[in-house]
Each structure stands twice: as structure tokens, then as C-alpha cells.
């Protein structure tokens, strides 16, 4: 069986491959790149495994004129840029001791032994120079099912690294079915949630984040509140909220996003257990704040923008049972075009200091009360 992709026939993939080749090493492409296109998917990142250990591949890449970053040399990884893309170049590798947030390993020669220390059988197939795959246990067969197994016994694969419970919902989410039980996988998830405790928020933080992006992350949301992981991430969380929100996006062709599910799915503070960016943290908090609020979608894009507006309104939907307006769309166009006819300026001759920043924001709430609709003049008179 062959594969054929845009990333793997582009020049400077074929450059690094045939720079391990030539070297007199084994080089084989593996993971997110193999897995999403065997799922017609985009691959983003390029991983290419090797019996080249990473001094050997600093040596051949700097030969060859390519950047090299030691990115995770104390785990054999070293990235190099080629063409402003990525390669992450890992030696093969086995696992002498772990403690379930990172791993002392130790180098191999067998391709075997560095598929058996991956997580899941659909990230353990490889594929040679040019797109002949390499399967060694048998993830094609997972892939063709829509399956997500871990690799050998699911106990010892999380103890490895705990951070596995949540990426396992979230390939769930992108490569699995609905109609398994996933009985196997969720007890051994049940027993070993506690050893996420061991793992940084950042990291957490991160799996969460990808897990709500996923075009459906519903069916994995409700195996992990039954596995009781949910209640080991956040304080308070409605899975009915993010499912009125997931029909909404549907029904009205929005696309998804994490932080307007997220905001669907809990009020909690997401820099308190969890490390999410600021920017992430302060757009989640006006949307739950903004989804108990009165204001119209007009007042939202006006205020804020387009999307903060959209998503405002879809999380108040989804809250508290609110019925969209037809009109929701045009208010928000309507919100983005107006602007407030009325400058500080032009307020001088009456008021200054505090007093003039409280009265343009009444002028302000008036203008918005009218449907942005008073005049400048009109407005002005209502205060001489």
C-alpha cells in the first residue's frame, strides 16, 4: 500500500528523507502526517523517524546547508526547517522508565520497538521515502474501522504519560465512531484519573483546547464525564448547554470554536485549574458575562466585534433556551458599520475630567437605546 500527499512530494521532504537515506540510516515518516492523510485529512506537522541518532542528524542536515534546533534532544528529537516547514526528527526509541509526565528513553535499532512505545495504533504507521506504509500493528485495520486503541494494555500506556487519558477523547473526537462503548479504554481511564493531577495545566490546558475544536466533540465529552474526567478539569460544566450550541452552529453553518464551546460548557475561571492564554481566558469571560447580559447583537458588534457578538448570542442561546432572532446576522452588520457621532471634543465647553467621561458614556448608552438613530445635535441638546 502507498500513499500520495502535497507534504510528502514536496522537494524539501524529499531532500531530508534522502539525506537520512543516503547517510546509510532507516528513515520513515510517522504519526499526524501519515495518520491524517490515510483520513483524507490535511497534515500539518511532518515527523520523520530514523536509526540516525541526533548527533548524526545535526551532522547530516548542517552538511546539507539545513537549520537544525535541538528541540528534544534529551528525548532523540531535533527539528529542522527546511522551506519555512518544520521536520521533527526523532531516533527510534524505547522507554526504560517513565512516571507518567515523561520518559528516560533509550536508543533502538528496531522500528518495532519505537511503534510499541506510541500511544495509539492509528500514530504507529509508517511510511518510507515514497508513501509505501509500514505497518507494523496494524493500525490501518483501526483507521478503516474508525477505532481508537491504545497500543497493547491500556493501563500501561497512560501510566507512561497521564496527559493520554485527554488526548485519547480527543482523537476520539476526530477519528472515532459513535457507537462504541470504548468499555476497555474508559475503565482504565476511570481508575488512572488521578494521575492527572501530575500533569502541568499547560498541558491540559492544551488537550482541552484542541478536544473543543474538533468538528464533533460531543460523544467524547459524554464518555469523559462518565469516566469522571470532566469533574477533574473543571468546577461546574453542562454538557446539554454545549450540545444546544453544537446544534446551533449546524443549523446556522457556524464554524466551530473552542472558546465559544468552552464557553457553552463552564463558567470556570480558565486561568485558575487550568493555563489557558489570556486572550483565550478574557474572550471566554465576556462571553459568559455577555450571555447574561440584555444587550442585542447590534450593542455586541458595536461594542466588541462580529464574532464576539455571533458567539455571544449563540452561548446565551444555548444557556438559557433563548430563540434566535431571523435578524441576528443583519443587527451584528448593522452593530460594525455605526459609529458614535459624538467626540470628547465636543462635549468640552460643559463638562471636563470625570464628569466629561460619564456623560459621553450616557449620550453613548442613549445613541445605542435609540438603535444608533439620534442625531449628533439631536443628542447634544438633551444635555444644555
Request: glycine residues 4%.
Amino acid at each position: 500500500m502507498k500513499i500520495s500527499a502535497d507534504w510528502l512530494s514536496k522537494p524539501s521532504t524529499q531532500l531530508i528523507m534522502q539525506i537520512l537515506l543516503s547517510g546509510g540510516h532507516e528513515a520513515f515518516f510517522v504519526g499526524g502526517c501519515i495518520r491524517n492523510t490515510l483520513f483524507d485529512l490535511k497534515a500539518t506537522d511532518i515527523d520523520i523517524s530514523t536509526s540516525a541518532t541526533p548527533k548524526r542528524v545535526m551532522e547530516l542536515m548542517n552538511q546539507a546547508g539545513l537549520t537544525t534546533i535541538p528541540t528534544g534532544i534529551d528525548y532523540g528529537t531535533v527539528t529542522v526547517v527546511s522551506e519555512k516547514q518544520n521536520y521533527e526528527i526523532t531516533t527510534f526509541r524505547k522507554d526504560i522508565e517513565t512516571d507518567g509526565r515523561r520518559a528516560k528513553v533509550k536508543y533502538s535499532e528496531s522500528v518495532l520497538e519505537d511503534a510499541k512505545r506510541r500511544d495509539f495504533s492509528i500514530n504507529a504507521i509508517y511510511s518510507e521515502q515514497d508513501g509505501t506504509i509500514l505497518d507494523p500493528l496494524n493500525g490501518i485495520v483501526d483507521i478503516a474501522k474508525k477505532r481508537v486503541k491504545f497500543i497493547g494494555d491500556p493501563y500501561a500506556r497512560i501510566k507512561e504519560d497521564y496527559l493520554r487519558i485527554l488526548r485519547f477523547f480527543r482523537f476520539l473526537a476526530l477519528f472515532g465512531r459513535e457507537d462504541e462503548s470504548h468499555e476497555i479504554e474508559i475503565a482504565a481511564i476511570r481508575d488512572l484519573r488521578d494521575g492527572l493531577d501530575t500533569i502541568s495545566a499547560e498541558r491540559k490546558s492544551d488537550e482541552i483546547l484542541k478536544l473543543f475544536a474538533a468538528p464533533n466533540p460531543q460523544y467524547s465529552i459524554v464518555l469523559m464525564e462518565a469516566a469522571n474526567i470532566s469533574s477533574k478539569i473543571f468546577d461546574a460544566y453542562n454538557y446539554n448547554s454545549l450540545n444546544n450550541l453544537r446544534e446551533l452552529e449546524d443549523r446556522l453553518e457556524v464554524t466551530p470554536c473552542a472558546t465559544r464551546r468552552l464557553a457553552a460548557y463552564t463558567e470556570d475561571n480558565l486561568k485558575s485549574k487550568l493555563r489557558f492564554s489570556n486572550r483565550i481566558a478574557k474572550a471566554h469571560k465576556v462571553l459568559r458575562e455577555e450571555a447574561g447580559s440584555k444587550k442585542d447583537a447590534a450593542e455586541l458588534s458595536y461594542r466588541y466585534n462580529d464574532k464576539i457578538a455571533l458567539d455571544s448570542i449563540l452561548v446565551r442561546s444555548s444557556l438559557h433556551g433563548i430563540e434566535l432572532n431571523d435578524g441576528v446576522f443583519s443587527r451584528i452588520k448593522l452593530g460594525s458599520a455605526v459609529k458614535f457621532p459624538i467626540k470628547s471634543v465636543d462635549l468640552a465647553e460643559y463638562f471636563s475630567g470625570r464628569k466629561l467621561g460619564e456623560m459621553l458614556a450616557c449620550l453613548e448608552q442613549k445613541w445605542i437605546d435609540s438603535d444608533f438613530a439620534l442625531s449628533k445635535q439631536t443628542l447634544i441638546s438633551t444635555i444644555k
